[in-house]
């Protein structure tokens, strides 16, 4: 009786050491595998908002990275430049004309939505207070639902003429009478009213600084 326990007390402790080794081994396999990814992950990422910075300018050959430091926008150097957004004080992109000129701003933003953050930018235009581009970056929200947000022609092309005062606000479908408001969808109503919540407080969060920077330059 006695050599049987102690059998099972072997067994046991063999059982729990194999399976110790093995989740050691795929606890290791695991931080490999995203190790060797995080910086594919974050090319892919670079390279999809440096495509959307010129989506939501459209006409611009160049942009500048400006970033919020101590209340005040700065250039940010080739060097700072090339260290990760998530690592960074909140970032913002100067659009500029082939010949030079400033045509606006790239400006990311994010904003809960039905299933998840919502995360786009959008592009502004300070003469004439108006968002003159929209994409967005990454969502979770229900396919053929949530998606409209980038599926519907309607929606966004609303979202490309879009005057920011007195301020950003919703109207149900077909009640738009005014260039501040924004039609949402149907069907997609808590998507499309996160996405016009979104570009309000945003804007409005960013506007003493970029307006600040304008009259230094």
């Known amino acids: 009786m006695v050599e049987l326990q102690q059998n099972r007390g072997s067994s046991s402790l063999r059982l729990i050491a194999t399976l110790g080794v093995a989740g050691l081994f795929s606890g290791l396999a695991l931080v490999a595998v995203f190790l060797f990814t995080r910086p594919l ?3 892919n990422q670079a390279e999809a908002l440096r495509i959307a910075i010129f989506q939501v300018l459209p006409g ?32 913002i992109y100067a659009g500029y004309s082939k010949s030079g000129d400033l045509l606006g701003f790239a400006i990311p933003g994010e904003e809960p939505g039905f299933q ?7 592009g502004y235009d300070p003469e004439q207070r108006m968002l003159i581009g929209f994409e967005v970056l990454d969502t979770k929200e229900t396919p053929g639902l949530g998606d409209k947000i980038i599926k519907d022609k309607y929606f966004r092309s609303s ?8 301020k950003i606000v919703a109207v149900k479908p077909g009640q738009k009478t005014a260039a501040n408001q924004v039609e949402t969808i149907t069907g997609a109503t808590i998507s499309s ?25």
């Not at 998840?116 to 959008?122: G, L, Q, S, T």
């Open 41 to 43: 992950i974050e090319a």
């Open 159 to 166: 979202l490309t003429t879009l005057k920011i005062d007195p």
């Open 193 to 217: 009213k996160t996405v016009i919540r979104l570009l309000e407080k945003t804007i409005r969060w960013w506007l003493p600084s970029i307006n600040k920077y304008l009259e230094t330059q």
């Open 116 to 122: 998840d953050k919502i995360k786009a930018i959008f």
């Open 60 to 91: 611009s050959e160049s942009y500048k990275t400006l970033e919020l430091n101590a209340k005040k926008l700065q250039l940010l150097s080739n060097e700072k430049e090339s260290t990760g957004p998530k690592k960074s004080n909140p970032r």
